[in-house]
């Protein structure tokens, strides 16, 4: 199999490249990413020698260069790339459109005209908005409160159009909040975890009772996977998550005390405008239809992604820096 991956030097797009040229050494991979400040090539520095991977540094948005790829013998496509952190969208939403969104458009038409046989739209249950009382399920409504989460709603939609419209074979995925290595430090926990080695304040917003379902990332690398090679499912909609539901205060408490450190160094900060107050993904339907289903206690895989990160120091020590600390300054108000 030929593969388009987008996005694959971002977190959970090099996790999945690696799992893939792991799983499947006669698969070609090639990898499309802008290299965005999250775009990172450490991350695959192990695989990029491979002769089954290629890098090719473009946009998602170059519909020549698109074309070009996808023509180019392709059997599949997933789309990681995308701008994705909730806060970032919040100063500035421009960008997130024009990924997210637009990017995804570029795709679809490609993959149209070539008639791609799998397309996986890589969705996020931030699409659904809050989870009042129970889990949503794949037809609860979409109710996006920040400008990544519509954005991701749009190329969600968009995505399922291609299907009901041009019959192109499309799965949209809707996993909840991934951890693991390799996620870049703006994220909650390796935030948290990079702070609390170094001995700075965790900035916990509002009173820190918000919760998310974890999943570790190689689970969702797998269910992707198994969705990759299914067939009789164009057009469905899958939730990806572990059940494992955990607030901030939760995760910091855990942090602070797999790494010997006081609880002093968790600070209350001002809350995130439209904060969600729980993200929670019913899974029923994965498991029923392919027999996925998260297998991984959350607090012992986060003590391993925790001793990843603290023995991992020349991975994340050079992110933050330069323009790093000038987001933080600008997020946070303080210096990091
Ligand atoms: P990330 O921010 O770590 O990586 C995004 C990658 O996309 C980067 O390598 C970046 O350079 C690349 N990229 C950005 N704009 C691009 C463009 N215009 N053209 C080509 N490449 C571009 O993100 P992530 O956490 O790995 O998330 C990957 C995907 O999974 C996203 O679509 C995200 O919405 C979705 N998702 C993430 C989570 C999570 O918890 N992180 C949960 C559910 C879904
Ligand atoms: P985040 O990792 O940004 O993921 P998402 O917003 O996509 O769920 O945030 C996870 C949770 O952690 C969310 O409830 C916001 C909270 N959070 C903080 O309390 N402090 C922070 O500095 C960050 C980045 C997040």
């Given at each position: 199999m030929k593969l388009l991956v987008t996005g694959g030097l971002g977190f959970i797009g090099s996790n999945f490249v690696r799992y893939m040229l792991n799983k499947y050494p006669d698969y070609r991979i090639i990898n499309l990413d802008k290299?965005?400040?999250?775009?990172?090539p450490a991350n695959l520095a192990d695989i990029a020698?491979?002769?089954?991977y290629s890098f090719v540094r473009g946009d998602i948005i170059d519909v020549q260069l698109v074309e070009k790829l996808i023509g180019e013998g392709c059997d599949a496509v997933v789309n990681f790339a995308a701008e994705t952190h909730v806060d970032r969208s919040i100063a500035d939403a421009g960008g997130f459109i024009t990924t997210d969104v637009y990017g995804t458009f570029v795709l679809l038409e490609a993959a149209r005209r070539h008639k791609i046989k799998r397309f996986i739209q890589i969705s996020t249950?931030?699409?659904?908005?809050e989870a009042e009382s129970e889990p949503c399920t794949e037809n609860a409504p979409l109710n996006p409160k920040s400008p990544y989460a519509a954005s991701k709603a749009g190329a969600d939609r968009l995505a399922f159009s291609y299907w009901a419209t041009?019959?192109?074979?499309v799965i949209i995925t809707r996993c909840s909040n991934n951890y693991g290595p390799?996620?870049?430090?703006?994220?909650m926990i390796p935030l948290f975890v990079t702070n609390a080695l170094e001995d700075k304040p965790l900035p916990v917003y509002g009173d820190g009772q918000n919760t998310r379902d974890w999943i570790y990332v190689l689970e969702h690398n797998a269910a992707i996977d198994l969705l990759l090679h299914?067939?009789?499912?164009?057009g469905e909609v899958f939730n990806i998550g572990s059940g494992g539901e955990y607030s901030i205060l939760q995760i910091a408490g855990i942090i602070l005390k797999v790494l010997g450190k006081?609880?002093?160094l968790i600070c209350l900060v001002k809350d995130r405008p439209g904060h969600v107050r729980r993200h929670a993904v019913n899974t029923d339907k994965i498991r029923r239809v392919l027999n996925w289903q998260s297998q991984i206690s959350f607090e012992q895989e986060l003590e391993k992604t925790i001793r990843w990160y603290q023995n991992n120091r020349s991975w994340w020590e050079p992110i933050k820096s330069g323009s790093y600390r000038e987001y933080y300054r600008t997020h946070y108000g303080v210096e990091l």
């Open positions: 290299m965005t400040y999250a775009g990172n020698d491979n002769p089954h249950d931030e699409v659904y908005g041009y019959q192109l074979p390799y996620q870049y430090p703006e994220k299914s067939s009789g499912l164009d006081t609880d002093r």
